[in-house]
């Protein structure tokens, strides 16, 4: 058996299917009923969960390490009695859809499963709910409709301001989702989109989410894209997109807190995993940080792209990050801080740890010159704060630069600290080394780094130590 997405108590959640209409806004009144439906749901779990919410924070064993029981859902359907064809053909958008409506009214009832079985279920977009358990059996494939018009067109998100291009359940042996996202690449490199792409999964305003033991293959845009969501879990995931497709993440964590990554593996065309939280002046003023954010024993791959990246779009703050056991191989760059003037917002208080990099371009990343604006509206004059960020415990063979380090004039990354880093650099540049507008802090770093990085004490490290005074803060 295989098990697929579930938000144990979700409020919404999303598959190019899953988009829950919370912030969403459909257009349609019959949809807006559905809208404040979820509106009061939310706000029910808001205080449900405020109750226990201190417990659980990341400290300084992360987030990951908080695991909770999942209870059997009492009520299962299977998608064939909704009149469901897994024949690869039959397009069954309205199945899913009145399957999910049906599974509505056992929300109170202990939740459902919606079980699908082993086949490929052709469908456009639909909606997750709360207390909801979406089971992929063993080779059950859910197949992306290549027809836009069954992606239905929603309202930018409202800490982006702009498009991006112009639960709950159990169980073990993963299905598959296959966003077949080769026709919405050639649209977004042809320039024929008419809107933004979709995700595969998009999990809107929600709470308690698992994601477990699924394949996202060839998502049309990001596969998985939780946001506005606190304790999230996403394990045992492989995602899989053409290395040259076009902007394709993996994993975007957007202004979430209390998220889990572990034991997945991701191959995409851009960034792997990007940890984000809104775009200039927008995120500023929705303010909603990525905070607790654990991510352990994961793959990645990312010939084009940057296999772990902060921003470019972090305006409402990314903080309390920690990061270990990380394998990176055959990618552009390692780990990547974006930012730019105009964005505001912070990223601070990082450690990422155990770190396995081979051939990688660049190992280390950071630039405040990541100019892409949703609009002429931003503020110049937002500069956001990047400090307090350590890199330990790396070993690095065949990389060609170790570290590019371009902070913003006025704007100093501070606090940058290397510890026992160890790189095998094959490019024969006379130094591999990069450093402007930045200071840090290094110890045992080869090959060794600018003096920028070696001018101040360990003691402005920041560690793992530090993440429960700051988590409980
Ligand atoms: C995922 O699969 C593993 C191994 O089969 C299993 O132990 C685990 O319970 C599954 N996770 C969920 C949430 O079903
Ligand atoms: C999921 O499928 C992939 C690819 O077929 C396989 O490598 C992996 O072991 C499977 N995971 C589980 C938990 O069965
Ligand atoms: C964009 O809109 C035009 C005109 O309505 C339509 O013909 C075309 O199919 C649309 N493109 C996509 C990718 O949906
Ligand atoms: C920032 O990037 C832009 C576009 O790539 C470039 O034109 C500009 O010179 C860069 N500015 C700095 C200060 O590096
Ligand atoms: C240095 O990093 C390597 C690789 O992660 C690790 O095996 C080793 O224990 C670290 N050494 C110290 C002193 O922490
Ligand atoms: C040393 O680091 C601290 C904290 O990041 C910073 O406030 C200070 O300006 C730095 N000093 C030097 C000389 O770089
Ligand atoms: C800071 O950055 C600006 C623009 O990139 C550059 O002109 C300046 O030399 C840098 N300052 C230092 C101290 O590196």
């Not at 299917?17 to 706000?43: K, N, Q």
């Not at 919606?114 to 909606?127: D, E, I, M, Q």
């Not at 894209?225 to 492989?238: A, D, G, L, R």
Request: hydrophobic share 40%; aromatic share 10%; net charge negative.
């Amino acid at each position: 058996m295989k098990r697929l997405v579930f938000p144990e108590t979700a409020v919404g959640a999303g598959v190019p299917f899953l988009r829950s209409l919370l912030v969403e806004f459909p257009t349609s009144s019959e949809d807006m009923g559905f809208f404040y439906d979820f509106l009061a749901i939310l706000i029910l779990l808001l205080v449900l969960v405020d109750a226990d919410n201190n417990s659980i924070r990341n400290g300084a064993e992360g987030y990951c390490n908080y695991k909770r029981s999942l209870n059997p859902r009492p009520h299962s359907v299977t998608i064939t009695e909704f009149g469901a064809v897994g024949d690869g053909k039959t397009l069954n958008t309205v199945a899913f859809q009145n399957a999910v409506f049906y599974l509505r009214s056992f929300a109170d009832k202990g939740g459902a499963q919606l079980y699908v079985p082993k086949g490929k279920w052709l469908t456009g977009s639909f909606n997750l709910i709360s207390h909801l358990t979406l089971f992929l059996e063993k080779d059950a494939i859910i197949v992306g409709s290549q027809d836009s018009s069954q992606w239905p067109i929603v309202e930018p998100l409202p800490s982006y301001g702009q498009g991006q291009d112009l639960p709950g359940q159990r169980h073990r042996d993963n299905g598959t989702i296959d966003g077949q996202g080769l026709i919405w690449w050639e649209w977004l490199n042809s320039q024929t989109l008419n809107y933004s792409r979709p995700h595969i999964l998009e999990l809107v305003n929600s709470i308690d989410i698992v994601v477990s033991n699924l394949t996202f293959l060839n998502s049309p845009a990001w596969s998985i894209h939780p946001v506005y969501c606190s304790k999230v879990e996403i394990q045992n995931i492989i995602i899989h997109a053409s290395f040259d497709s076009p902007f394709t993440n993996g994993i975007v964590p957007d202004s979430c807190s209390n998220l889990c990554i572990e034991d997945s593996s991701i191959e995409v065309g851009h960034d792997a995993i990007a940890i984000k939280s809104g775009w200039d002046n927008y995120g500023i003023t929705f303010s909603t940080p990525s905070t607790d954010i654990h991510i352990r024993k994961v793959h990645l791959q990312t010939p084009l792209g940057s296999a772990l990246a902060f921003g470019s779009e972090m305006s409402g703050g990314i903080s309390l990050v920690y990061v270990e056991h990380l394998y990176i191989g055959n990618s552009l760059t390692g780990i990547n801080f974006k930012t730019a003037p105009g964005r505001g917002g912070f990223i601070k208080n990082i450690v990422i740890s155990s770190l396995e990099m081979e051939n990688v371009h660049n190992a280390f990343w950071f630039t405040g010159n990541s100019s892409r604006h949703p609009d002429e509206q931003y503020d110049p004059d937002a500069l956001p704060v990047i400090q307090q960020i350590t890199l330990k415990n790396v070993v690095g063979t065949n990389i060609f630069t170790a570290g590019f380090f371009s902070g913003i004039e006025n704007d100093p990354f501070t606090g940058i600290c290397l510890s026992n880093i160890t790189l095998s650099i094959t490019s024969d540049l006379p130094f591999s080394w990069s450093c402007s507008n930045v200071s840090g802090y290094s110890e045992s770093v080869f090959p060794s780094p600018c003096s920028d990085l070696t001018s101040n004490s360990s003691l402005f490290c920041f560690s793992l130590e530090d993440f429960s005074t700051l988590s409980d803060a």
